[in-house]
Nanobody, 114 residues
Framework: QVQLVESGGGLVQPGGSLRLSCVYSGIFPISVMHWYREAPGKEREFVAAIHLSGNTQYGTSVKGRFTISRDKAGKTAFLQMNSLKPEDAAVYYC?????????WGQGTQVTVST
């Protein structure tokens, strides 16, 4: 059974920081872990991805502010979010693919507001 569980969301003021975690539980190795986000009324947006090699990619809107990382076992992905803006508010989802099938977590809410 494959499960992705996100945590770390919450309420933060503009300019603040949050660190999200995504824990993968399953028996299959995974090579890439992704973060996406979805704000009300908007399409789900790519945020960041990290490969088992350590290579990373970022969405244009978060580049330079967010950092994706992964633990040594490769089963937990982190998203360090700095200099948060109101437009970063969304539900953040973790995603991975195993044998051609996509798996998503349940999401964690990030609210950026005064």
């Amino acid at each position: 059974q494959v499960q992705l569980v996100e945590s770390g969301g919450g309420l933060v003021q503009p300019g603040g920081s949050l660190r999200l975690s995504c824990v993968y539980s399953g028996i299959f190795p995974i090579s890439v872990m992704h973060w996406y986000r979805e704000a009300p009324g908007k399409e789900r947006e790519f945020v960041a991805a990290i490969h088992l090699s350590g290579n990373t990619q970022y969405g244009t809107s978060v580049k330079g502010r967010f950092t994706i990382s992964r633990d040594k076992a490769g089963k937990t992905a982190f998203l360090q979010m700095n200099s948060l803006k109101p437009e970063d508010a969304a539900v953040y989802y973790c995603r991975t693919s195993i044998r051609g099938r996509e798996y998503w977590g349940q999401g964690t809410q990030v609210t950026v507001s005064t």
